[in-house]
């Protein structure tokens, strides 16, 4: 029988109140791995009122910061030692490469580590007045229940990247993952029990977008709302969050440029262009689709990245020797080729890709794909295509490229090849990316705060800045 996984609500496994399983398959071969709760209103008024009493409980709230802290890195300890189980699990679930997830998760301890750290740095200061007789003083509070929702390319680093500073701020979580990637998340909630959390300090609600996720933006007892996923629902997120002047941390979808000059190394360059855009089969949101050369290597560029694509080993995400994997689902597989039909009948030519390949296996697989012959006025150009496309167009003088890197609603990344240093402080000062990678792509790191510009985000994630999101600033005013 097909394994069953249930909510995790006031530190235990819940049923769903309707009764309803979903199912969940892997991506890669489309056997069932197990079946959903079906979370609906009445799961999620249970998570937030254990949430709530949580936060409200001695348990929490009588915790020292230090205490927190303590908890967060026996969690660290543990994801550790389940480092390879999540992994697995993950990419079981979404298809990306087993090593790939591998190496993701063994760095997720370092998420709870550095907020573990964090928890009793949160200060208030002491701020001089017109007054002398008067002491004023501010403090950080904890905002209460944060509702996270999340996608579903990385599912536990972004849970983590927003659980971790609510935590060490002393929050209370329900988080919503994505109908399709639950299993881990439900799995690091078993670890936040066995850590010692006090139970409803974290809840775990499954199911789809409009259901459970929308019934947890709407329920009246939320602080807040953490949220990573596409620019059009975090825009009705946050309009709902408005109407109820809550906050909201919003990372959103991106099409970022990734652009070489001519003094650039264009071996490294084009080895960044690919990690930018193939990587995860394209499905990141700092994914660099739009690749602008300067005119004197594009042909070069163009050579060496559609040659890459076309050697790139598609198969099975378990396999070590895989490079790259299937897409999530069925709906994004459809997403991604009829993008690349709509850039043909635009005037675009494929140079690589642009099929589904036979790998011998029936899951959801897309030919790493290179477009040629395209423009800033395409929509395979302007549009989240969150899949292996990369769109190469040529330029010539800097100021035309920042010109079309910035033409884009999105602003969450960019790159820039070159050996010229005061090229890249100046290019990285002109482009309107909340990221900007010189000479690499993708870095990353908890430590390091990142948002996305224009339609990419709203807030902060990562670093300290990141601590900030999760508390609300008091003044105190004591007549001495
Ligand atoms: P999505 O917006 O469809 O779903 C994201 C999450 O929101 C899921 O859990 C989904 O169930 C939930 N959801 C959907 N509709 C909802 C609603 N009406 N109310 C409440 N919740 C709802 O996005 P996706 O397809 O899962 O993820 C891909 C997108 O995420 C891409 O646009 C990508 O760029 C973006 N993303 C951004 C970042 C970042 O850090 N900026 C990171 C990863 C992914």
């Given at each position: 029988m097909t394994e069953r996984v249930d909510h995790f609500i006031g530190g235990a496994p819940s049923g769903p109140a309707n009764g309803e399983y979903?199912?969940?398959?892997?991506?890669?071969?489309?056997?069932?791995?197990?079946?959903?709760?079906?979370?609906?209103?009445?799961?999620?008024?249970?998570?937030?009122?254990?949430?709530?009493?949580?936060?409200?409980?001695?348990?929490?709230a009588g915790l020292t910061p230090t205490k927190r802290g303590h908890l967060l890195r026996r969690l660290a300890d543990l994801v550790g030692e389940h480092a390879d189980e999540l992994a697995r699990l993950e990419s079981l679930d979404n298809g990306k490469l087993?090593?790939?997830?591998?190496?993701?998760?063994?760095?997720?301890?370092?998420?709870?580590?550095?907020?573990?750290?964090?928890?009793?740095?949160?200060q208030g200061a002491q701020v001089p007045t017109m007054n002398p007789a008067i002491l004023n003083y501010t403090q950080r509070e904890p905002l209460?229940?944060?509702?996270?929702?999340?996608?579903?390319?990385?599912?536990?680093?972004?849970?983590?990247?927003?659980?971790?500073?609510?935590?060490?701020?002393?929050?209370?979580?329900?988080?919503?993952?994505?109908?399709?990637?639950?299993?881990?998340?439900?799995?690091?909630?078993?670890?936040?029990?066995?850590?010692?959390?006090?139970?409803?300090?974290?809840?775990?609600?499954?199911?789809?977008?409009?259901?459970?996720?929308?019934?947890?933006?709407?329920?009246?007892d939320l602080a807040k709302i953490s949220f990573t996923g596409s620019t059009a629902t975090g825009s009705r997120i946050a309009?709902?969050?408005?109407?109820?002047?809550?906050?909201?941390?919003?990372?959103?979808?991106?099409?970022?440029?990734?652009?070489?000059?001519?003094?650039?190394?264009?071996?490294?360059?084009?080895?960044?262009v690919i990690a930018g855009i193939f990587a995860a089969a394209g499905q990141t949101c700092i994914a660099g689709s739009r690749v602008f050369a300067h005119r004197s290597v594009y042909d070069e560029l163009v050579e060496l990245v559609s040659r890459r694509a076309e050697s790139i080993v598609i198969g099975d995400p378990m396999h070590d020797s895989t490079e790259l994997g299937p897409l999530a689902f069925g709906d994004q597989l459809e997403k991604v080729e009829s993008y690349v039909h709509l850039g043909v009948d635009e005037g675009a030519r494929v140079r690589s890709g642009g099929a589904r390949p036979d790998v011998g296996l029936p899951g959801y697989y897309f030919s790493p794909t290179v477009l040629t012959d395209v423009n800033n006025d395409m929509r395979v150009v302007r549009e989240e295509i969150f899949g292996p496309v990369a769109a190469i167009m040529p330029f010539d003088t800097e100021d035309e490229v920042v010109a079309?890197?910035?033409?884009?609603?999105?602003?969450?990344?960019?790159?820039?090849?070159?050996?010229?240093?005061?090229?890249?402080h100046r290019m990285a000062r002109r482009l309107e990316a909340g990221t900007v990678w010189i000479n690499t792509y993708r870095a990353m790191s908890p430590m390091s705060p990142r948002q996305g510009f224009k339609s990419s985000g709203v807030g902060i994630e990562h670093g300290l800045e990141s601590m900030h999101e999760y508390t609300r600033l008091k003044s105190v005013w004591v007549n001495t």
């Open positions: 979903f199912v969940s398959t892997n991506p890669a071969t489309l056997e069932t791995l197990y079946e959903v709760a079906r979370g609906g209103e009445e799961d999620v008024r249970r998570a937030v009122a254990a949430a709530k009493r949580a936060f409200e409980s001695p348990a929490w087993l090593r790939e997830m591998r190496g993701q998760l063994a760095t997720l301890p370092e998420y709870l580590y550095y907020y573990g750290g964090l928890a009793d740095k949160v209460g229940v944060v509702g996270a929702i999340t996608p579903w390319n990385s599912p536990l680093t972004l849970t983590t990247s927003k659980l971790a500073p609510a935590l060490a701020a002393g929050n209370t979580v329900v988080i919503k993952p994505s109908e399709h990637t639950s299993r881990t998340v439900l799995r690091f909630a078993e670890l936040v029990a066995e850590a010692g959390f006090p139970d409803g300090v974290v809840n775990v609600v499954t199911g789809y977008g409009g259901e459970a996720g929308a019934a947890l933006v709407a329920h009246p309009q709902q969050a408005a109407a109820r002047f809550i906050g909201c941390t919003l990372e959103l979808g991106g099409k970022s440029p990734n652009i070489v000059f001519a003094d650039a190394n264009v071996q490294n360059a084009a080895m960044g079309l890197a910035n033409d884009t609603d999105y602003g969450l990344a960019a790159g820039v090849w070159t050996q010229n240093l005061a090229r890249a």
